[in-house]
């Protein structure tokens, strides 16, 4: 499967974002379907994950209550709203699928062997 992340930007701290991932190539109910993010000079972190059903969600604590992961299964994208931004959420965002009949999502980057190519999210104070 491919995967394109779009909708990145620059935005004031407290404003809202929305990021997308297009799936290509693959059937994309058989992937559970994550974001990570990675700040300069900082290791990937995981943001949040959608089973392949939609049914189960996983959020990091860093972004718990301020972010919204869905998916549009006829579509083939995934969606990460952004709420009440901060300074610290600035990274490169990436999307990322896992091959699984699993709806439990996980937070383990190892287990993700698709990833899209990054979007820039960058929050002014």
């Known amino acids: 499967v491919q995967l394109q992340a779009s909708g990145g930007g620059l935005v004031q701290a407290g404003g809202s974002l929305r990021l997308s991932c297009a799936a290509s190539?693959?059937?994309?109910?058989?992937?559970?379907m994550a974001w990570f993010r990675q700040a300069p000079g900082t290791e990937r972190e995981f943001v949040a994950a959608?089973?392949?059903?939609?049914?189960?969600?996983l959020y990091s604590d860093s972004v718990k209550g301020r972010s919204t992961i869905s998916r549009a299964n006829a579509k083939k994208i995934v969606y990460l709203q952004m709420n009440s931004l901060k300074s610290e959420d600035t990274a490169v965002y990436y999307c990322a699928a896992a091959r699984t009949s699993s709806v439990s999502p996980t937070n383990n980057l190892d287990d993700y062997n698709y990833w899209g190519q990054g979007t820039q999210v960058t929050v002014s104070s």
């Open positions: 190539g693959g059937t994309f109910t058989s992937y559970n």
């Open positions: 959608i089973s392949w059903t939609g049914g189960t969600t």
